[in-house]
């Protein structure tokens, strides 16, 4: 088990540990881990055959598995669920069909974790071997804020409940830049926010350690609807990069079109805007688009 944890595994919101158990490991009587900081408590064991997982209070079991033969076992979390498995070691066996899981209240391990991990060294703390690795790194952590946005539906963070208008541009991008930081403090990479003096408007980039030197990426976010959505990446976004000593950038579109919020209007994807209207730009190979998709979905009542 030591070989397969690391401390960083428990300061993701969403995370998997699974290993074999042998000779009858089930059968005896023990804690697995256990990872507490102030209120938060995180500890998972192993009793009468079975594996137990316990975040603040809410409880899981496993089935049964009893006997002496060789066991795969599995602990799954979500920012609201928590889960246990064990099924013989089979590949025909689905792990899927066989995992318990109860839902939680919404939570995620405390920011201080990750300060306090990093600072004693006991988190992943290495540099980035070259651009394109953080550039990937990135973009990929980009899309896994996008999965938990919509996965536990923090879409509606983004909209004006009085108005059921979206929120501006500047405060919309401070969300995601706080939930990609989260990301950031576990790969390494640290995000800054800069207001634009004059305009209202909000600029981020990411930096980290690349071998000798500070890598740097651009980061310049529209709506999707945004009037100067192709200037702002013609023009916007190379001054960025430029300003901060930079030849890679991200150009991020909030793609916000709901069934009430009817915009932009020509079109009814973000991959169709990307293919109109952006695609054709000329761009450097460090230069990605991406969309991110904070549209409102349709209440239950009125499908």
Not at 225 to 237: A, I
Request: glycine share 6%.
């Amino acid at each position: 088990m030591k070989s397969a944890i690391t401390y960083s595994d428990f300061c993701v919101p969403i995370g998997t540990i699974d290993f074999d158990a042998r000779e009858g490991l089930l059968r005896n009587s023990f804690k697995l881990f256990s990872f507490s900081y102030c209120d938060f408590v995180f500890e998972a064991s192993i009793r009468d055959g079975m594996v137990f997982v316990m975040r603040n209070g809410c409880l899981q079991h496993s089935e049964q598995y009893l006997g002496d033969k060789p066991c795969r076992v599995a602990i799954q979390w979500t920012m609201d669920s928590i889960g246990c498995g064990v099924v013989p070691l089979d590949p025909s066996v689905d792990m899927n069909l066989h995992l318990m899981a109860v839902r939680t209240p919404i939570t995620v391990p405390p920011a201080d974790i990750v300060d306090i991990l990093r600072k004693e060294n006991l988190l992943y703390n290495g540099k980035y071997s070259d651009n394109n690795i953080l550039f990937s790194t990135v973009i990929d952590a980009l899309h896994c804020c996008e999965q938990d946005i919509r996965r536990h539906g923090s879409e509606k963070l983004y909209w004006n409940k009085a108005t059921l208008n979206t929120l501006n541009e500047p405060d919309i991008t401070r969300g995601v830049a706080t939930i990609l930081s989260i990301y950031g403090a576990l790969k390494n990479f640290d995000v800054t926010c800069e207001s634009i003096a004059g305009n209202g408007r909000i600029d981020f980039y990411i930096s980290a350690p690349v071998r000798d030197t500070i890598g740097k990426i651009a980061i310049e976010a529209k709506k999707a609807e945004s009037s100067d959505l192709v200037s702002g990446f013609e023009t916007q976004l190379p001054s960025y990069m430029q300003r901060i000593g930079t030849d890679y950038g991200i150009y991020l579109v909030y793609w916000l079109k709901s069934v009430d919020y009817p915009f932009p209007g020509q079109f009814d994807s973000y991959a169709a805007l990307e293919i109109e209207k952006l695609h054709p730009l000329r761009r450097l190979p460090s230069v990605r688009t991406i969309g991110l998709n904070l549209s409102r979905e349709m209440p239950p009542s009125m499908r």
